[in-house]
DNA sequence: GTTCCTTTTGCGGCATAGCGTAAATAAAAG
DNA sequence: CTTTTATTTACGCTATGCCGCAAAAGGAAC
């Protein structure tokens, strides 16, 4: 999984992999954080409008958080090893 | 220098920290990034209501993108070389 | 002390996020 | 196909981000 991420648009993608990928739904994590699945969907949909505090709840709901990296920085040792 | 970052705190502190790093000031980031000086002020200091476009176009200003990682996950390679 | 640079805070204004609620699509399951 | 579940979109509303502009506060140096 790629989950470097410069743009809004990545952010989502990401978010909403990941969310698939631990086999929820944007309900559950609506559950999870007390945002509605309509601001769920649109952070999964790459607006940048988001604000960092919703982007900071989902990403909590899924397990995630940020590393903030060099661009063209050293790579993750998952994709060597 | 630890950038992992799960609150907007985080997030702020790792942003002026690198652009200390680059021996910048806001106005610098400001000219860059066409946000007001107090917008970056702002964020810098924790702000969680900051827009995700906001975070975005600091993080372009100082050559910097996100990793979204598990929580606990995978260290940096540079952690260990 | 003064000067200079940086950061923070305040004001009026406009634009928009997120809210509750609901309805409309889309996708999955039967 | 029909039914169910999931996602997206829309309405009116309040709260607030970010704007320009300005002033205040902080810090470093002399």
Chains 1, 2 share one sequence.
Request: glycine share 8%; net charge positive.
């Amino acid at each position: 999984m790629n989950l470097t991420a410069r743009t809004a648009e990545q952010i989502g993608e990401a978010l909403r992999r990941t969310r698939k990928a631990r086999g929820w739904t944007q309900s559950d994590i609506s559950a999870r954080t007390n945002l509605r699945v309509a601001t769920i969907s649109s952070l999964e949909n790459g607006d940048a409008g988001t604000k960092l505090a919703t982007v900071l709840a989902v990403m909590a709901a899924l397990g995630l958080e940020f590393r903030l990296v060099e661009r063209g920085g050293s790579l993750d040792i998952e994709d060597i090893f």
